[in-house]
Protein backbone atom coordinates (compact mmCIF):
# COMPACT_ATOMS: atom_id res chain seq x y z
CA UNK A 1 0.00 0.00 0.00
CA UNK A 2 1.26 3.49 -0.88
CA UNK A 3 1.25 5.54 2.39
CA UNK A 4 2.63 8.84 0.63
CA UNK A 5 0.51 11.57 0.94
CA UNK A 6 0.80 15.31 -0.08
CA UNK A 7 -0.39 18.58 1.51
CA UNK A 8 -3.20 20.33 -0.06
CA UNK A 9 -3.59 24.40 -0.17
CA UNK A 10 -6.80 25.01 1.71
CA UNK A 11 -8.76 27.78 -0.25
CA UNK A 12 -9.36 30.78 1.73
CA UNK A 13 -6.66 29.76 4.09
CA UNK A 14 -3.05 30.00 2.54
CA UNK A 15 -1.63 28.63 5.87
CA UNK A 16 -3.29 25.55 6.58
CA UNK A 17 -2.87 21.87 4.90
CA UNK A 18 -5.37 18.73 4.54
CA UNK A 19 -3.50 15.63 4.28
CA UNK A 20 -4.77 13.73 1.54
CA UNK A 21 -3.95 10.26 0.05
CA UNK A 22 -1.34 10.13 -2.71
CA UNK A 23 -3.90 8.01 -5.06
CA UNK A 24 -5.78 11.29 -5.61
CA UNK A 25 -4.26 12.93 -8.82
CA UNK A 26 -1.64 15.75 -7.68
CA UNK A 27 -1.48 18.98 -9.43
CA UNK A 28 1.91 19.25 -10.13
CA UNK A 29 1.75 22.95 -11.50
CA UNK A 30 4.35 25.18 -11.16
CA UNK A 31 1.88 28.38 -10.94
CA UNK A 32 1.58 29.60 -7.37
CA UNK A 33 4.00 26.63 -6.00
CA UNK A 34 5.50 27.55 -2.72
CA UNK A 35 8.17 25.59 -0.53
CA UNK A 36 6.27 22.86 0.31
CA UNK A 37 4.97 21.66 -2.70
CA UNK A 38 8.47 21.94 -4.60
CA UNK A 39 9.48 19.31 -2.34
CA UNK A 40 6.60 17.43 -3.06
CA UNK A 41 7.16 17.76 -6.50
CA UNK A 42 10.68 16.63 -6.10
CA UNK A 43 9.81 13.75 -3.84
CA UNK A 44 7.47 12.31 -6.91
CA UNK A 45 10.35 12.87 -9.41
CA UNK A 46 13.10 10.89 -6.68
CA UNK A 47 10.50 8.52 -6.73
CA UNK A 48 10.36 7.91 -10.36
CA UNK A 49 14.14 7.71 -10.70
CA UNK A 50 14.17 5.14 -8.07
CA UNK A 51 11.74 3.18 -9.53
CA UNK A 52 13.92 3.34 -13.15
CA UNK A 53 17.09 2.06 -11.37
CA UNK A 54 15.38 -0.34 -9.69
CA UNK A 55 13.98 -1.97 -12.36
CA UNK A 56 16.51 -1.63 -15.61
CA UNK A 57 19.61 -1.31 -13.09
CA UNK A 58 20.67 1.84 -15.79
CA UNK A 59 23.52 3.41 -15.18
CA UNK A 60 22.61 6.58 -16.78
CA UNK A 61 19.68 7.24 -14.58
CA UNK A 62 21.64 6.00 -11.62
CA UNK A 63 23.39 9.06 -11.72
CA UNK A 64 20.64 11.13 -12.57
CA UNK A 65 19.51 9.88 -8.82
CA UNK A 66 22.76 10.92 -7.57
CA UNK A 67 22.25 14.14 -9.06
CA UNK A 68 18.95 14.99 -8.07
CA UNK A 69 19.50 13.36 -4.48
CA UNK A 70 22.48 15.88 -3.91
CA UNK A 71 20.41 19.05 -5.07
CA UNK A 72 17.64 18.15 -3.12
CA UNK A 73 19.48 17.21 -0.10
CA UNK A 74 21.70 19.99 0.11
CA UNK A 75 18.11 22.50 -0.55
CA UNK A 76 16.41 21.36 2.11
CA UNK A 77 19.67 21.84 4.38
CA UNK A 78 19.87 25.52 3.08
CA UNK A 79 16.38 26.33 3.37
CA UNK A 80 14.24 23.65 4.51
CA UNK A 81 15.91 22.53 7.95
CA UNK A 82 16.29 25.92 9.24
CA UNK A 83 12.97 26.93 9.08
CA UNK A 84 12.00 24.20 10.96
CA UNK A 85 14.15 24.34 13.53
CA UNK A 86 12.67 27.72 14.55
CA UNK A 87 9.20 26.17 14.94
CA UNK A 88 7.82 24.85 18.10
CA UNK A 89 9.06 20.99 18.37
CA UNK A 90 11.05 21.26 15.38
CA UNK A 91 14.56 20.66 16.93
CA UNK A 92 14.35 16.71 17.30
CA UNK A 93 12.60 16.52 13.89
CA UNK A 94 15.75 18.03 12.07
CA UNK A 95 17.91 16.18 13.84
CA UNK A 96 16.08 12.68 13.15
CA UNK A 97 15.93 13.80 9.17
CA UNK A 98 19.74 14.40 9.45
CA UNK A 99 20.35 11.20 10.98
CA UNK A 100 18.60 9.51 8.01
CA UNK A 101 19.81 11.56 5.30
CA UNK A 102 23.78 10.67 6.76
CA UNK A 103 22.53 7.32 6.35
CA UNK A 104 21.26 7.59 3.23
CA UNK A 105 24.59 8.86 1.69
CA UNK A 106 26.61 6.53 3.38
CA UNK A 107 24.50 4.14 1.13
CA UNK A 108 24.74 5.95 -1.84
CA UNK A 109 28.57 5.96 -1.44
CA UNK A 110 28.79 2.10 -1.17
CA UNK A 111 26.42 1.92 -4.23
CA UNK A 112 28.60 4.11 -6.55
CA UNK A 113 31.53 1.93 -5.83
CA UNK A 114 29.95 -0.90 -6.46
CA UNK A 115 28.44 0.21 -10.04
CA UNK A 116 25.10 -1.01 -11.33
CA UNK A 117 26.61 -4.17 -12.70
CA UNK A 118 27.92 -5.55 -9.52
CA UNK A 119 25.56 -8.46 -8.56
CA UNK A 120 25.78 -6.84 -5.16
CA UNK A 121 23.57 -3.60 -6.22
CA UNK A 122 20.02 -4.69 -6.63
CA UNK A 123 19.65 -5.79 -2.81
CA UNK A 124 21.46 -2.58 -1.44
CA UNK A 125 19.60 -0.44 -3.58
CA UNK A 126 16.57 -1.53 -2.44
CA UNK A 127 17.61 -1.02 1.05
CA UNK A 128 18.40 2.81 -0.48
CA UNK A 129 15.56 3.04 -1.72
CA UNK A 130 13.03 1.78 0.94
CA UNK A 131 15.14 4.45 3.41
CA UNK A 132 14.70 7.03 0.96
CA UNK A 133 10.74 6.42 0.35
CA UNK A 134 10.63 6.48 4.47
CA UNK A 135 12.62 9.36 4.80
CA UNK A 136 10.21 11.44 2.30
CA UNK A 137 6.96 10.24 4.05
CA UNK A 138 8.45 11.21 7.69
CA UNK A 139 9.35 14.75 6.01
CA UNK A 140 5.45 14.90 4.49
CA UNK A 141 4.02 13.90 7.70
CA UNK A 142 6.36 15.56 10.31
CA UNK A 143 8.70 18.32 9.16
CA UNK A 144 5.68 19.80 6.78
CA UNK A 145 2.90 20.57 8.97
CA UNK A 146 5.28 22.48 10.65
CA UNK A 147 6.44 24.20 8.09
CA UNK A 148 2.83 25.22 6.68
CA UNK A 149 1.85 26.30 10.64
CA UNK A 150 4.62 28.85 11.22
CA UNK A 151 6.31 30.22 8.16
CA UNK A 152 4.20 33.28 6.31
CA UNK A 153 2.67 32.24 2.81
CA UNK A 154 4.46 34.80 1.02
CA UNK A 155 7.62 33.69 2.75
CA UNK A 156 6.84 30.10 1.36
CA UNK A 157 6.26 31.23 -1.72
CA UNK A 158 9.72 32.88 -2.08
CA UNK A 159 11.91 30.15 -0.84
CA UNK A 160 9.92 28.13 -3.72
CA UNK A 161 11.97 29.68 -5.82
CA UNK A 162 15.30 29.50 -3.81
CA UNK A 163 14.36 25.85 -3.63
CA UNK A 164 14.52 25.81 -7.62
CA UNK A 165 17.62 27.45 -7.78
CA UNK A 166 20.18 24.98 -7.55
CA UNK A 167 18.39 22.52 -10.29
CA UNK A 168 20.67 23.57 -12.96
CA UNK A 169 23.59 23.66 -11.05
CA UNK A 170 24.02 19.50 -11.01
CA UNK A 171 26.94 18.10 -13.82
CA UNK A 172 25.89 15.46 -16.56
CA UNK A 173 28.91 13.28 -15.24
CA UNK A 174 30.70 12.19 -12.23
CA UNK A 175 33.55 14.23 -10.35
CA UNK A 176 35.85 12.14 -8.26
CA UNK A 177 35.78 11.08 -4.86
CA UNK A 178 36.61 14.05 -2.72
CA UNK A 179 36.98 13.44 1.65
CA UNK A 180 33.84 15.66 2.58
CA UNK A 181 32.22 18.83 1.30
CA UNK A 182 33.08 22.01 2.40
CA UNK A 183 30.64 21.57 5.41
CA UNK A 184 31.64 18.48 6.16
CA UNK A 185 28.90 16.43 4.65
CA UNK A 186 29.58 12.84 3.87
CA UNK A 187 31.57 12.03 0.09
CA UNK A 188 29.75 9.87 -2.62
CA UNK A 189 31.76 10.99 -5.71
CA UNK A 190 29.19 13.37 -7.53
CA UNK A 191 27.43 14.17 -4.74
CA UNK A 192 30.00 16.24 -2.81
CA UNK A 193 30.79 18.43 -6.59
CA UNK A 194 26.63 18.90 -6.86
CA UNK A 195 26.05 19.73 -3.65
CA UNK A 196 29.16 22.38 -2.98
CA UNK A 197 27.62 23.98 -6.73
CA UNK A 198 23.78 23.61 -5.30
CA UNK A 199 24.65 25.38 -1.80
CA UNK A 200 26.28 28.20 -4.10
CA UNK A 201 23.57 28.83 -6.15
CA UNK A 202 20.97 28.60 -2.98
CA UNK A 203 23.00 31.30 -0.70
CA UNK A 204 22.97 33.40 -4.01
CA UNK A 205 19.20 32.96 -4.44
CA UNK A 206 18.69 34.00 -0.96
CA UNK A 207 21.10 37.41 -1.25
CA UNK A 208 19.09 38.30 -4.21
CA UNK A 209 15.62 37.38 -2.64
CA UNK A 210 16.41 39.54 0.15
CA UNK A 211 17.14 42.11 -2.26
Known amino acids: MDMT ?12 Y ?14 GTDLIQAIREDHQQIKSLLETVRTQLDAEAFQKLVSKLAVHETAEEEVV ?3 TRNAPGGEPVVEQRLEEEDKGKKAL ?3 EKMGVQDPRFPASFEQLRTDVLAHAQHEEQ ?5 LARSVDAKKLESLARVFRSAENTAPTHAHSMSPES ?6 VGPF ?11 RNAMRDERG
Open 192 to 202: VAIADRARDAI
Open 5 to 16: FRFARIRGNANV
Open 182 to 187: ATGNIA
Open 81 to 83: HPL
Open 142 to 146: DEHPK
Open 109 to 111: SEL
Open 18 to 31: TVRNDTESPDMSTN
